[in-house]
């Protein structure tokens, strides 16, 4: 359902865009993205490339040990062990590139566009992915910070059998509160580091940073990347580094991107399915709504099914108009609801817009 108030917020967006005729350039990204789309659009104004600038944008979150949901610092898979998922497109080239299940390389978004600008292959994966990473001189690390680690191993400990008992404490003969083992490994642990890592372990989170910039010249590009669902099966690869589901760029129409739950979006391919509906002839807005119903039609609109989850897209139009959707208004957390957002920088200081969205939370 869309309110009067994101209808006309979408106009203005794209009454703004037409007047300008799409002469001035534009970025878009998910919600962790104003610190990106300001670094974006300051390579633009110097006369950078449209992908040149959507990764050095999202080369901050993939290095903010902070962003738990991209690169460096990301929540890890069930093992620990971080695992990363991207890829690229460059609009004026039509080409593409993509790494999954990358491990140990902070910058999965370069080396993507390496795979696509350094082999006659779209995507890459795993070991083999890290191996050529390093042969062109991608330093390997550990990508797990002592926040992260500290998250998975509460996830670890959250885990109990049928009558409440984990491996993973002090064992049922151990002193002291059940607790003791994780504050003797973190001693430094603060209250607040604690009470993160057991919101994270109890709300898996999903997270990635999508990215997508047009061009005074009219060029366009985009980035997907994430560490991909916190806590997941080693080896599961999500829809972001998957060209046509968490990014589809078209010189001739327009780019989309995705974050939330993959395994739906890989069901819908979303990007694509935007990029088609804007080709022919849908708003921005339009795309992305019909491709929400998609998902919910995969769940016969059952929303008790459906509000276990959420996503997100994203559509830039090559006239400028674009448009951020989700399938929820906005996500629950301690009775508050907080409404979904997506940034955008359009020459001045980056700002989150309101997502239009397709069913309401109470
Ligand atoms: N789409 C990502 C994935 O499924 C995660 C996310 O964006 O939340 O891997």
């Known amino acids: 359902m869309v309110?009067?108030?994101?209808?006309?917020?979408?106009?203005?967006?794209?009454?703004?865009?037409?007047?300008?005729?799409?002469?001035?350039?534009?970025?878009?990204?998910?919600?962790?993205?104003l610190r990106p789309c300001a670094k974006a659009m300051e390579i633009l104004r110097s006369g950078g490339d449209t992908l040149d600038a959507v990764i050095a944008g999202v080369n901050i979150q993939e290095e903010d040990p902070d962003d738990d949901s991209v690169g460096y610092g990301g929540l890890p898979n069930e093992e620990g062990v971080v695992e990363l998922d991207a890829c690229v497109m460059h609009g004026p080239t039509r080409?593409?590139?993509?790494?999954?299940?990358?491990?140990?390389?902070?910058?999965?978004?370069?080396?993507?566009?390496?795979?696509?600008?350094?082999?006659?292959?779209?995507?890459?994966?795993?070991?083999?992915?890290?191996?050529?990473?390093?042969?062109?001189?991608?330093?390997?690390?550990?990508?797990?910070?002592?926040?992260?680690?500290?998250?998975?191993?509460?996830?670890?400990?959250?885990?109990?059998?049928a009558r409440g008992h984990s491996n993973w404490s002090d064992g049922l003969d151990a002193p002291g509160k059940p607790t003791a083992w994780l504050q003797r490994l973190f001693p430094e642990a603060s209250p607040e580091l604690l009470a993160y890592a057991w919101d994270r372990a109890m709300h898996p989170v999903t997270g990635t940073i999508n990215c997508l910039a047009l061009n005074v010249k009219g060029e366009m590009s985009g980035v997907t990347t994430t560490s991909g669902l916190s806590w997941k099966i080693p080896g599961r690869v999500g829809d972001s580094p998957i060209i046509g589901a968490g990014l589809y760029v078209d010189q001739d129409v327009g780019a989309a991107g995705s974050t939330g739950r993959g395994e739906e979006n890989i069901r819908v391919a979303g990007a694509h399915t935007i990029v088609e509906n804007m080709r022919h002839g849908m708003a921005p807005k339009d795309a992305v709504l019909d491709c929400l119903k998609r998902v919910s039609r995969n769940y016969n609109r059952d929303k008790s099914r459906l509000t276990k989850f959420d996503i997100n897209f994203y559509a830039l139009r090559k006239d400028g108009v674009y448009a951020g959707g989700s399938l929820w208004n906005g996500q629950t957390r301690q009775g508050k609801l907080s409404p979904r957002r997506f940034a955008v920088n359009d020459g001045g200081q980056s700002r989150l817009e309101d997502c239009i969205y397709l069913y309401e939370r109470r």
């Not at 593409?96 to 779209?122: C, F, W």
């Not at 795993?126 to 509460?154: I, M, P, Q």
Request: hydrophobic fraction near 45%.
């Open 95 to 161: 080409r593409a590139g993509s790494v999954a299940s990358l491990r140990n390389i902070k910058y999965p978004s370069k080396v993507a566009k390496t795979i696509m600008e350094q082999t006659d292959h779209v995507m890459m994966a795993g070991d083999n992915a890290l191996r050529f990473a390093k042969a062109f001189g991608y330093k390997e690390e550990n990508l797990l910070t002592e926040k992260s680690r500290l998250a998975w191993l509460v996830w670890k400990a959250s885990l109990r059998d």
């Open 3 to 33: 309110n009067r108030r994101q209808w006309l917020a979408g106009s203005a967006g794209a009454a703004l865009a037409a007047q300008s005729g799409a002469a001035r350039s534009i970025v878009i990204a998910s919600s962790n993205g």
